[in-house]
């Protein structure tokens, strides 16, 4: 789907008469099992065959890229190839492994906070207010050539200190618990140890900067959980349900 809805929309823009500013959203999962502690957009891109479909999102992206940046160059669309590290925010939800809504929804509910693998693989969480302006930022720099650029937050966590950070703030009434990858994913899982980008190119382009600390994101959502729960904080910081609860 990634790739033929992206080819598609190539090809139209191709045909429309018009050259609009293409914005391709592409992601860090294509920088695959590399290692380096900051990824840039000059690294080569590779990932493994050695495990069942892990990297099959991240073939279709790098796919896309290449459609980008093939179409930019032959047809002279200004394009712009935008590397998505983790994007967090409202109305996020816990499915397809997004980490922070199923952290903050087991610590407000005082489920215990599950953590796969040994935790100490980080990421790198950005804002999606602050991914937006980025966004936007960097679709006025879309040239013929072809621009590649990593949109995301540099600062780094594992997700043991994910998970006590979230567990923390939501009140730390639950357990931090471990389960391996086979568990969570249902075949052999091969993780990215570490995914955090390096920023230049994003800075030096448009001179963006962060205005949303993984802290205040964290608290919104906790906020926005309660509140879906039905609960309020009093003065004193305890939890306040604003209507009865009933038994299973």
């Known amino acids: 789907m990634n790739i033929a809805a992206c080819?598609?929309?190539?090809?139209a823009v191709t045909g429309s008469g018009w050259k609009p500013q293409v914005v391709i959203a592409s992601s860090s999962e294509v920088y695959g099992h590399n290692v380096e502690s900051l990824l840039d957009e000059e690294m080569d891109l590779n990932v493994s065959t050695r495990v069942g479909t892990r990297w099959n999102y991240s073939v279709s992206k790098i796919a896309d890229e290449a459609l980008g940046l093939s179409y930019a160059r032959r047809f002279r669309i200004p394009v712009t190839v935008a590397r998505l590290f983790n994007?967090?925010?409202?109305?996020?939800?816990?499915?397809?492994?997004?980490?922070?809504?199923?952290?903050?929804e087991q610590a407000v509910s005082g489920k215990p906070v599950t953590v796969f693998g040994d935790g100490t693989q980080t990421r790198s969480f950005c804002d999606v207010r602050d991914t937006v302006?980025?966004?936007?930022?960097?679709?006025g720099e879309a040239n013929c050539d072809g621009l590649v650029v990593n949109v995301g937050n540099d600062r780094?966590?594992?997700m043991n200190d994910l998970a006590a950070l979230i567990n923390e703030r939501a009140g730390g009434y639950s357990e931090i618990v471990h389960k391996p990858y086979r568990e969570a994913y249902g075949e052999d899982f091969e993780d990215i140890r570490r995914r955090r980008p390096k920023l230049d190119r994003l800075r030096g382009l448009t001179g963006f900067k962060h205005q949303?600390?993984?802290e205040q994101t964290v608290d919104e959502l906790i906020a926005l959980r309660r509140e879906a729960h039905g609960e309020t904080l009093d003065g004193h910081g305890t939890v306040v349900r604003s209507w009865p609860q009933h038994a299973a």
């Open 156 to 158: 780094e966590i594992s």
């Open 7 to 11: 080819e598609r929309l190539l090809r």
């Open 133 to 139: 302006v980025a966004l936007d930022a960097v679709a």
């Open 87 to 104: 994007t967090v925010g409202p109305r996020q939800r816990g499915r397809y492994g997004m980490v922070v809504p199923r952290f903050v």
């Open 212 to 214: 949303y600390t993984l």
